[in-house]
C-alpha cells in the first residue's frame, strides 16, 4: 500500500488529495520519502515563520516541555504572561490592551465574534447593535462562527442556516459610508484577503474604517491571521495605515509551526469581556506560549520584519525579471505575494514546480501565493527565480493558451 492509499482511506475527505508526503525540514526545505529536497516557498501557508526545524523552535519546545507545559487557565504560566505582554508591545496597544490565547486562527475570530457580540449588547442585554459587517470575499474560518464572518457563499452554502446577524459588503469606502449605522456592532477587515487571491484593500480603506467605525461606535476588528508576524514588513498589515484598530486576531505565523491563536484587544474593547464569558483548555499553555514567545523574540532579534520587506521587494523585481507572458503582476506586500496570471493555469504552475522540487500554492485558478519563511535570503530567491520560471515556461510550453480565456485585469 502506498501512502496515497492511506491517505485517501483514513483521512476526513474534506481537503483534496495530499499532493505529496514529507518527513523532514530544514530552513526552506523540505524532503519527501525518496530523499527529493523541495523549496518550501509555502511555508505551511505562512505558519513556519523561521523556516523548518528552527534551533530557536526546537530548543523552545524542549526547554519548556521539561519544564511545564500545561496547568489550565485557573492558573498562569510565565510565558503566557511573558507572551501577553510581548503582543501588547509589537500590536502598540499601550497598557489598556488585553490578549486571549486560543489554539487557531478560527478560534482567535471566534473571539472577536463574541467580542463583537459583547460589545453590540452593552448595556442592557439587549441587542442594540445586532449587525456585523463582514467583507465579501475575505476569508475568515471554517468554524460556524467564522464561516459566518466568510464573504464566500459556497463555503457557507452546504452547512446553511449560518449563525445570524451578518451582513457582507464590497471592500470599497462608499460601501462602508452606506452600510454603516448605529446599529452595526463591528466591521471585521481581512487587510489583504489571502485566501482570495492576495487581493489589497483600496488605497485609503483602513483609514477611512477606523474613521467611519469610530463616528458610528462600531467596533473595527483586522484579521492579521495571514497577515501579521512581520509577513508584510510591519509586525502586523494595519501598522502600514498608521491607526490603531478595536482589536486584531493573530495567529499562523506567531508560532511558527505550534498551534496558537489570539485575539489582541485596544483601549475600551479591552474591557467587554467578563469572567465567565469565554474559554479554552490549551488556549495559551505555557508550551504554546513558549514557542510562540521564542519565535517572535527570534524574528525581532534577527530584524526578519525588515527582512520580509526588503526581500518581498528583492522577490517581486525579480518576478518582473522574468518577463513570463503567463504572469500579469505582483499584488500583496512584503513576503505576502500573490502573482496574478493571464490564464486560468494556476493548479498547472503549481504541479510543475513541485516537478522541478518548488512547493508554491494556487488560491484560485489565477494567483499563485508565495509565503516563505521571513528568513529566506539571496540563495533561496536565485533558487526560487531559477524554478518558478522553469514551471512557467514547462506551462508556457504545454498548454495551447486560448487567447479568449485571458483574464481582465
Ligand atoms: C488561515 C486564516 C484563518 C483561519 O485560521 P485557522 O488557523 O485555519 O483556523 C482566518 N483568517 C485568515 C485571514 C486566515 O488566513
Redo the contacts with the bound molecule.
Keep these: 500500500m502506498s501512502w496515497q492509499d492511506d491517505a485517501s482511506r483514513d483521512l476526513v475527505r474534506s481537503f483534496g488529495d495530499r499532493m505529496a508526503m514529507f518527513v523532514r525540514g530544514e530552513g526552506a526545505y523540505l524532503w519527501d520519502a525518496d530523499g527529493r529536497r523541495y523549496l518550501d516557498f509555502l511555508a505551511g501557508?505562512a505558519v513556519n515563520s523561521l523556516g523548518h526545524a528552527h534551533p530557536v523552535f526546537v530548543e523552545a519546545i524542549a526547554t519548556q516541555a521539561a519544564t511545564l507545559a500545561h496547568v489550565s487557565n485557573y492558573f498562569a504560566t510565565p510565558p503566557q504572561l511573558a507572551l501577553a505582554s510581548r503582543l501588547k508591545r509589537l500590536a502598540g496597544t499601550g497598557d489598556e490592551g488585553r490578549v486571549y490565547f486560543g489554539n487557531?486562527?478560527?478560534?482567535a475570530?471566534e473571539a472577536a465574534f463574541k467580542l463583537a457580540r459583547l460589545h453590540g449588547a452593552a448595556g442592557d442585554g439587549v441587542a442594540a447593535r445586532p449587525r456585523i459587517l463582514a467583507l465579501r470575499d475575505a476569508?475568515?474560518?471554517?468554524t460556524m462562527g467564522?464561516l459566518a464572518l466568510t464573504g464566500k457563499p459556497y463555503m457557507q452554502e452546504p452547512f446553511l442556516p449560518m449563525v445570524p446577524g451578518v451582513e457582507f459588503i464590497d471592500s470599497t469606502i462608499d460601501a462602508l459610508e452606506a452600510a454603516l449605522d448605529d446599529r452595526v456592532a463591528a466591521l471585521f477587515v481581512?487587510p489583504i484577503k489571502?485566501?482570495a487571491g492576495v487581493i489589497d484593500l483600496p488605497e485609503g480603506y483602513l483609514t477611512a474604517a477606523r474613521e467611519l467605525t469610530r463616528k458610528r461606535g462600531a467596533l473595527l476588528i483586522i484579521?492579521e491571521?495571514?497577515t501579521g508576524a512581520g509577513r508584510t514588513g510591519e509586525w502586523f498589515a494595519f501598522q502600514h495605515a498608521g491607526i490603531a484598530p478595536d482589536a486584531i486576531t493573530v495567529?499562523?505565523g506567531i508560532g511558527g509551526g505550534f498551534p496558537i491563536?489570539a485575539l489582541i484587544t485596544f483601549g475600551s474593547a479591552s474591557n467587554l469581556f467578563y469572567p465567565g464569558t469565554h474559554g479554552s483548555t490549551f488556549g495559551g499553555n505555557a508550551l504554546g506560549t513558549a514557542v510562540a514567545g521564542a519565535v517572535l523574540e527570534e524574528i525581532e532579534s534577527a530584524g526578519l520584519v525588515a527582512n520580509a520587506a526588503e526581500r518581498g521587494r528583492q522577490l517581486r523585481a525579480a518576478i518582473d525579471g522574468l518577463d513570463s507572458p503567463l504572469v500579469s503582476g505582483c499584488r500583496g506586500q512584503g513576503l505576502l505575494v500573490g502573482v496574478g496570471l493571464h490564464h486560468p493555469v494556476a493548479k498547472a504552475v503549481v504541479a510543475a514546480a513541485q516537478e522541478h522540487g518548488l512547493i508554491i500554492n494556487a488560491p484560485n485558478d489565477e494567483t499563485i501565493r508565495l509565503v516563505p519563511a521571513l528568513t529566506i535570503g539571496d540563495v533561496e530567491i536565485d533558487e526560487f527565480v531559477e524554478l518558478f520560471g522553469a514551471a512557467l515556461r514547462t506551462v508556457e510550453d504545454a498548454l495551447v493558451l486560448d487567447p479568449s480565456e485571458e483574464i481582465s485585469a
Design positions: 501557508i487557531s486562527g478560527a478560534e475570530n476569508f475568515h474560518g471554517r467564522t481581512e489571502g485566501e484579521d491571521i495571514q495567529a499562523k491563536g
